[in-house]
């Protein structure tokens, strides 16, 4: 499993940031994936989840509305559009491959147990 992701660099508040990760050595098309993200000094937060097909998608309530995931599963990509970015939002973004799907709050996607894979992470910093 490889995850490639590219596209973060520095935005101002309100700014946007569109976000790649090229996926390879799976079926890519067979699997939901999501985001994660990790601030400076802190854990690792998930930030938003898709089904195998895109007809599904998920966000962490602080992203609803601002961030929108989707994927082109005939490329093996999986894309993240952050719209109206905050300083908060600064933090390296890593796509991830989910293990298995939690029974309970998609918040645990974050968590080790539930991620077979993520890729090397791009860095986004939201500053003036």
């Known amino acids: 499993v490889q995850l490639v992701e590219s596209g973060g660099g520095l935005a101002g508040p309100g700014g946007s940031l569109r976000l790649s990760c090229a996926a390879s050595?799976?079926?890519?098309?067979?699997?939901?994936m999501s985001w994660v993200r990790q601030a400076p000094g802190k854990g690792l937060e998930w930030v938003s989840a898709?089904?195998?097909?895109?007809?599904?998608?998920y966000y962490a309530e602080s992203m609803n509305g601002r961030f929108a995931i989707s994927r082109d599963n005939a490329a093996n990509t999986l894309y993240l559009q952050m719209n109206s970015l905050k300083s908060e939002d600064t933090a390296v973004y890593y796509c991830?491959?989910?293990?298995?799907?939690?029974?309970?709050?998609?918040?645990?996607?974050?968590?080790?147990?539930?991620?077979?894979?993520r890729g090397q992470g791009t860095l986004v910093t939201v500053s003036l």
């Open positions: 991830a491959k989910p293990s298995v799907w939690p029974g309970g709050t998609l918040a645990a996607l974050s968590l080790d147990k539930f991620l077979a894979a």
């Open positions: 050595g799976f079926a890519f098309a067979e699997h939901a």
């Open positions: 898709i089904s195998s097909d895109g007809g599904a998608t």
